[in-house]
RNA sequence: GCCAACGUAGCUCAGCUGGCCAGAGCGGCUGACUUGUAAUCAGCGGGUCGGGGGUUCGAAUCCCUUCGUUGGCUCCA
């Protein structure tokens, strides 16, 4: 008698073994038929497992979080199947599953998207038969027989422990995988291969290049197509469109991944610099500037010459060699180094926006996003151990307070220390557990990666979510226990003795030009009264109107606003049109009318029109509105 | 750096199984219209078809090479 315990307490006995299936149609057959899976005792395993004891278990329908990675593996592996048809010579290595979708690496012909639908055709008649995943077990030899010619395979093998070996098979096509997997290949209602990218044999450049081809999987055709609208939607917002569009910044071949700022990208530019050295003020920052190209001596000093050297621009002026700064903080050392420090002045805050060049291999440049030339927002704390909760929480913070204002949510993640690193064992617990209670009393959780921190100390990073739900890590908060020491930093505790100060790297923006395009993407070019490149576009009624209009334009403008007039013969339909398009908040026409009341009639970008408005009480709204930095739309509220 | 795709007017794109003067829409300019909230009409300019080399009677179209962009690998702010 075996006793099957099921999520709701509910108790089910059988006679014998029972497998999922047997369970699942105890309850009903359409719930059966739903069923891809089972979870035995916190263990996921295949529909058709025998239950051979009492066992707690669930089975998985497609509602279940899991069911869709189990589905996308399955899909993997009829991927894997189709191309196996088509492309007889292909020899598979792995074939994950991934955020999204899954993908499988194949050393095969090189092949395009073009060989997509013929593809994806051998699929869907690979799901019209329906084949049942059988799973089997097989020692290490027999594992090593069966895949004799498969070289990458018998890899994996050799590189695995234990001696049983798990394999699915459906049809003809046999695979090395744990599982589970779908009862059978009929669950993959939809299925669409995405794309082709190289990839190597184990990340490893020297090996094998391998075609990895993309493709994601759905229990319903309906997810398929949310999913595609939402890539839809995030290619519509893509920062690199919305930048030639509202002329906020351009590349030019002439220098390769260093974006160039037009006017109406630096009015955003500043407006984020403007309200970042507020934030700093209150929060008791000073701010530094060092230069971008120091000599090689500080470099090696810094250990970046030995670590960091293909990534840094260098040139040899004066028969001294020179590098352009991939990072800020030998500069911040040097000056925190050039005069005794009392423990009476720490921690001492000290932020630069400091632009850094990192020469980022060719293939990974993409947008604003990743580029060779940008600033860092960057600070340098200076500490005494007992302040490093305290002032890591202080950040945190101030994190909290800048992204806030942007309307964007985060959450926080701890890297400990990794196999490599510098530094004793005592630094590293005195370390840690400095962030670890301040993110303890900063109270919003935080997810750990061990052994993830950098080789000279553990860290914090923060990801951030936009506003289609996408995640970007930006700001980093890094304790560092080699610099201070490299640059014999110092200063005098109450015992008026030498002491080592505990310094901190962090960045809330992170690179400025990155936070740029994230926050052109998480507000589709629509940026926040106080962000927008022109916050104003007055629209005189006709021609003659338009001396007036300027008029007014230089009033505003010395109120500090960001106005521009259309001056073009258009019809007020199309001016408005454009105005639109441009996403520029706030659009005042200029008729007769207005001229005589000294009103406006100011429409929004929502398509709301308030005529006879005061202009005081305009003027006193708006100042109003980016005073507070508001991300309502709604700026004539009430 | 590697693999793949792409590069035609300021922008978006057509042409690309080689062959009439390389096209369209938008933008720009000129003129008319002088407009009350998402495209007024007409006309006119504008292109080394990314650069270089080659095949060919003939190349935007085919081949080689180079630069750049995009998606991945990798790396990370």
């Known amino acids: 008698?075996?006793?099957?315990?099921?999520?709701?307490?509910?108790?089910?006995?059988?006679?014998?073994?029972?497998?999922?299936?047997?369970?699942?149609?105890?309850?009903?057959?359409?719930?059966?038929?739903?069923?891809?899976?089972?979870?035995?005792?916190?263990?996921?395993?295949?529909?058709?497992?025998?239950?051979?004891?009492?066992?707690?278990?669930?089975?998985?329908?497609?509602?279940?979080?899991?069911?869709?990675?189990?589905?996308?593996?399955?899909?993997?592996?009829?991927?894997?199947?189709?191309?196996?048809?088509?492309?007889?010579?292909?020899?598979?290595?792995?074939?994950?599953?991934?955020?999204?979708?899954?993908?499988?690496?194949i050393d095969m012909q090189s092949i395009s998207e073009e060989d997509f639908p013929k593809i994806e055709a051998e699929i869907q008649a690979i799901i019209k038969e329906k084949k049942p995943f059988i799973r089997?077990?097989?020692?290490?030899?027999?594992?090593?027989?069966?895949?004799?010619?498969?070289?990458?395979?018998?890899?994996?093998?050799?590189?695995?422990?234990?001696?049983?070996?798990?394999?699915?098979?459906?049809?003809?096509?046999?695979?090395?995988?744990?599982?589970?997997?779908?009862?059978?290949?009929?669950?993959?209602?939809?299925?669409?291969?995405?794309?082709?990218?190289?990839?190597?044999?184990?990340?490893?450049?020297s090996r094998q290049q391998l075609q990895r081809i993309y493709g994601t999987a759905f229990f319903d055709k309906k997810d398929l197509k949310a999913y595609l609208t939402l890539l839809e939607e995030a290619r519509k917002r893509d920062h690199r469109k919305l930048g030639v569009q509202l002329d906020l910044f351009s590349f030019h071949d002439e220098a390769p991944g260093m974006p160039f700022f037009h006017a109406k990208g630096m009015a955003v530019w500043n407006a984020l610099l403007e309200y970042w050295r507020e934030a700093h003020r209150d929060a008791g920052y000073v701010e530094t500037k060092t230069p971008i190209m120091l000599n090689r001596v500080l470099w090696e000093k810094s250990g970046h010459w030995e670590n960091y050297r293909e990534n840094m621009y260098t040139s040899r002026v004066d028969e001294m060699e020179y590098a352009i700064k991939p990072m800020n903080c030998p500069g911040g050392m040097l000056l925190f180094g050039m005069k005794p420090h009392s423990y009476k002045d720490l921690p001492h805050r000290a932020g630069e926006i400091g632009l850094v060049h990192r020469h980022e291999m060719s293939g990974a440049l993409s947008g604003l996003f990743r580029v060779r030339a940008f600033h860092q927002d960057d600070a340098h704390i200076f500490m005494t151990p007992e302040q490093i909760q305290q002032e890591i929480l202080g950040v945190l913070q101030l994190v909290d307070r800048v992204y806030a204002t942007f309307g964007l949510d985060f959450h926080l993640e701890l890297s400990t220390r990794p196999e490599k690193s510098i530094g004793s064992d005592a630094q590293w617990e005195q370390a840690t557990?400095?962030?670890?209670?301040?993110?303890?009393?900063?109270?919003?959780?935080?997810?750990?990666?061990?052994?993830?921190?950098?080789?000279?100390?553990?860290?914090?990073?923060?990801?951030?979510?936009?506003?289609?739900?996408?995640?970007?890590?930006?700001?980093?908060?890094?304790?560092?226990?080699?610099?201070?020491?490299?640059?014999?930093?110092?200063?005098?505790?109450?015992?008026?003795?030498?002491?080592?100060?505990?310094?901190?790297?962090?960045?809330i923006y992170g690179s400025i030009e990155r936070f740029f395009g994230i926050l052109t993407e998480h507000f589709a070019g629509k940026f926040p009264l106080w962000l927008a490149p022109v916050q104003i576009m007055l629209l005189p009624m006709n021609d003659d109107l338009i001396?007036?209009?300027?008029?007014?334009?230089?009033?505003?403008?010395?109120?500090?606003?960001?106005?521009?007039?259309?001056?073009?013969?258009?019809?007020?339909?199309?001016?408005?049109?454009?105005?639109?398009?441009?996403?520029?908040?706030?659009?005042?026409?200029?008729?007769?009318?207005?001229?005589?009341?000294?009103?406006?009639?100011?429409?929004?970008?929502?398509?709301?029109?308030i005529m006879g408005m005061e202009r005081s009480s305009f003027l006193e709204k708006v100042r109003e509105h980016i005073r507070r930095r508001s991300l309502s739309p709604e700026i004539f509220k009430d």
């Open 547 to 609: 001396p007036a209009t300027e008029a007014l334009k230089k009033e505003l403008t010395a109120e500090g606003l960001r106005v521009e007039v259309d001056t073009r013969s258009e019809s007020l339909k199309k001016k408005v049109r454009d105005a639109q398009l441009l996403q520029i908040p706030l659009m005042v026409t200029i008729g007769a009318k207005e001229i005589e009341t000294k009103t406006f009639a100011v429409r929004t970008l929502d398509g709301r029109v």
């Open 136 to 205: 089997k077990e097989m020692t290490r030899n027999e594992a090593r027989e069966r895949f004799k010619d498969e070289p990458y395979k018998l890899e994996i093998i050799d590189s695995l422990e234990g001696d049983i070996f798990s394999l699915y098979e459906q049809g003809g096509f046999i695979d090395l995988c744990r599982g589970p997997h779908l009862p059978h290949t009929g669950h993959i209602k939809a299925i669409k291969l995405m794309r082709v990218s190289g990839a190597y044999w184990r990340a490893d450049q």
């Open 433 to 507: 557990s400095g962030l670890r209670s301040a993110l303890d009393a900063y109270g919003k959780g935080y997810q750990v990666n061990e052994g993830d921190g950098a080789f000279y100390g553990p860290k914090i990073d923060i990801h951030i979510k936009d506003a289609i739900g996408r995640t970007w890590q930006c700001g980093t908060i890094q304790l560092d226990m080699a610099l201070p020491e490299r640059f014999d930093l110092s200063y005098i505790g109450k015992d008026n003795e030498k002491h080592r100060p505990i310094m901190i790297h962090r960045v």
């Open 1 to 105: 008698m075996i006793r099957i315990t099921l999520p709701d307490d509910s108790i089910r006995e059988f006679e014998n073994p029972p497998s999922g299936m047997d369970i699942a149609l105890s309850i009903s057959e359409g719930f059966a038929r739903n069923c891809i899976a089972m979870e035995i005792d916190g263990l996921l395993k295949d529909l058709n497992t025998s239950v051979d004891k009492d066992a707690n278990v669930r089975l998985l329908t497609p509602k279940d979080t899991e069911s869709i990675e189990i589905l996308r593996h399955s899909a993997a592996h009829v991927m894997a199947e189709a191309i196996l048809r088509l492309y007889p010579e292909a020899r598979l290595t792995i074939g994950p599953v991934v955020e999204n979708g899954f993908y499988y690496d």
